[in-house]
């Protein structure tokens, strides 16, 4: 059965940081590419980034490149977004993907003064 667990979410002040880690198992986490999506209060999904199952290649959304960092440890199937210089826009449920149909539950970010 495939699982994903998502951690290190948490209230985090404007500017803060934090790293959310997804624990994978039910599959060779290492030959999938993985996703991470959000959705803010009230609305829709959003892509944020994604990473291939060697982690070679990497994808960011526009609106959290240069802040967001993707990678994963495979020996330790591992899914990790490092979240830099947050913003209240930031504040979202994060979702760790295995497209298209398997999410883990979910963590929560909250960037709040």
């Known amino acids: 059965e495939v699982q994903l667990v998502e951690s290190g979410g948490g209230l985090v002040q404007p500017g803060g940081s934090l790293r959310l880690s997804c624990a994978a198992s039910g599959f060779t986490f290492g030959t999938y590419s993985m996703t991470w999506v959000r959705q803010a209060p009230g609305k829709g999904f959003e892509w944020v980034a994604n990473i291939g199952g060697g982690g070679g290649t990497i994808k960011y959304a526009d609106s959290v490149k240069g802040r967001f960092i993707i990678s994963r440890d495979n020996a330790k199937n591992t899914l990790y977004l490092q979240i830099d210089s947050l913003k209240p826009e930031d504040t979202a449920l994060y979702y760790c993907?295995?497209?298209?149909?398997?999410w883990g539950q979910g963590t929560q970010v909250t960037v709040s003064s």
């Open positions: 993907v295995r497209m298209p149909d398997y």
